[in-house]
């Protein structure tokens, strides 16, 4: 298993990975998988990762801003997605702990997640990772013109 950067080549695969958990309906808000550019300007340049098994890329995970305000400059929020066929072998806790080590070296002192309360999986992983519930969002948000909850989860860096 190997964690690197992840690139813009990279880009197709993980659409695929990120459009089977969008498939799932409890992954994320999002109904279709953007294109690179308008998912390049969403994410951390330099915080970007994904895991390869035998140079096949399995997995990726990536942190956005929660504010553009400087008060917030070391909050973010994570987002990871496996691929379905390799869930449940621990990668998503061996790139969600690289992420968390690569992530206090820039400075990022809280990681949130908004999860949806069905997303047992991605709790569980959460958790495994110093992850702690901290609100219930209630109809937070609508997806499919259906309202949905989500769990809000955060993890504090010991480093600051």
């Not at 190997?2 to 695969?13: A, F, G, K, T, V």
């Not at 109904?31 to 994410?43: A, G, I, M, Y």
């Not at 066929?85 to 790139?95: D, E, S, T």
Request: hydrophobic share 40%; glycine share 6%.
């Amino acid at each position: 298993m190997n964690i690197r950067p992840l690139i813009e080549i990279d880009y197709q695969i993980i659409a695929s990975i990120y459009k089977k958990g969008i498939d799932t309906g409890i992954a994320t808000f999002e109904t279709e998988v953007p294109n690179w550019n308008d998912w390049n300007k969403k994410f951390i340049l330099n915080c970007r990762f994904v895991v390869e098994i035998d140079s096949i890329v399995v997995g990726w995970s990536a942190l956005s801003l929660v504010s553009d305000r400087k008060v917030y400059s070391g909050v973010v929020e994570n987002t990871i997605y496996i691929d379905p066929n390799y869930q449940g072998r621990n990668i998503g806790k061996l790139l969600l702990k690289h992420h968390i080590t690569e992530s206090e070296k820039l400075g990022f002192w809280t990681l949130q997640a908004a999860i949806f309360p069905q997303n047992k999986a991605s709790i569980t992983l959460h958790k495994s990772c110093r992850f702690r519930i901290i609100g219930f969002r209630e109809k937070i948000a609508k997806r499919n013109g259906i309202w949905h909850d989500n769990i809000l989860m955060e993890r504090r860096s010991n480093l600051f």
